[in-house]
């Protein structure tokens, strides 16, 4: 029999960082009851000798059992431990999720990978396409739709913008951005090229499928992005 694991890491950080002066004592939830208890906190206080870096939270699935391991705080210059219901920006690792889920609803026969993606949108989208070329379902998770890096799609924004700062810039852009919104602003894309033959980095590709794949395949729609 196969027996699978799996580890999940999620983090917070601090772009200037305060050093802390005994990293050995940083809070945890850790017992420390097991051998794989001692390997996890080896690691993360080894990861968190870096003192940029302010909380970490481990998930481990293995042999059928799961295990969550909390470690320093959600907020530099606070003593607020990671839990359970913490809420992490995961960033593109939703991207594979959605080539998952995509992979998932072809092995099912729900759909195709050359699929329109017009067949599971509601409302008209002529401009998805180009001279007659649409975008497939395989053209999102694979960075060739043709559809722009961002929605709402203003290029000019992002000039100038350090990768430190960018995550927060985008949270300040898209915390009032709903669904509705990113749907409206798709009517609005130009595709300039035939889909499917060029790569362009695109983050509203994914955005687009994974709520096509929650909605029409796991019947279960996304609130926002």
């Known amino acids: 029999m196969i027996k699978?694991?799996?580890?999940?890491?999620?983090?917070?950080?601090s772009l200037t960082g305060v050093a802390q002066t005994n990293r050995q004592s940083i809070a945890s939830n850790n017992l420390l009851e097991n051998g794989i208890d001692s390997i996890i906190n080896k690691?993360?206080?080894?990861?968190?000798?870096?003192?940029?870096?302010?909380?970490?939270?481990?998930?481990?699935?293995?042999?059928?059992?799961?295990?969550?391991?909390?470690?320093?705080?959600?907020?530099?210059?606070?003593?607020?431990?990671?839990?359970?219901?913490?809420?992490?920006?995961?960033?593109?690792?939703?991207?594979?999720?959605?080539?998952?889920?995509?992979a998932q609803a072809v092995k099912d026969k729900k759909v195709k990978?050359?699929?329109?993606?017009?067949?599971y949108l509601d409302g008209n989208y002529p401009n998805l396409e180009y001279q007659g070329h649409p975008i497939k379902l395989s053209h999102l998770v694979s960075h060739i739709s043709g559809?722009?890096?961002?929605?709402?799609?203003?290029?000019?924004?992002?000039?100038?913008?350090?990768?430190?700062?960018?995550?927060?810039?985008?949270?300040?852009?898209?915390?009032?951005?709903?669904?509705?919104?990113?749907?409206?602003?798709?009517?609005?894309?130009?595709i300039d090229t035939i889909p499917g033959y060029k790569f362009r980095y695109s983050n509203s590709s994914p955005q687009l499928s994974k709520n096509l794949?929650?909605?029409?395949?796991i019947k279960n729609p996304m609130r926002d992005f």
């Open 43 to 102: 690691s993360v206080l080894k990861f968190l000798s870096d003192t940029t870096r302010v909380g970490l939270s481990v998930g481990i699935y293995y042999n059928n059992n799961s295990s969550i391991y909390h470690y320093g705080s959600t907020q530099k210059g606070k003593q607020i431990l990671p839990t359970d219901k913490t809420i992490y920006e995961i960033g593109s690792i939703s991207k594979t999720f959605a080539g998952t889920l995509l």
């Open 4 to 13: 699978y694991s799996f580890i999940l890491l999620f983090f917070t950080y």
């Open 113 to 119: 990978m050359d699929d329109d993606v017009r067949l």
């Open 147 to 190: 559809l722009p890096n961002f929605l709402p799609d203003n290029p000019s924004f992002f000039q100038n913008i350090s990768p430190d700062t960018l995550p927060f810039v985008l949270t300040s852009i898209l915390n009032n951005y709903s669904k509705q919104n990113f749907f409206d602003d798709l009517h609005n894309v130009k």
């Open 213 to 217: 794949f929650w909605k029409e395949f």
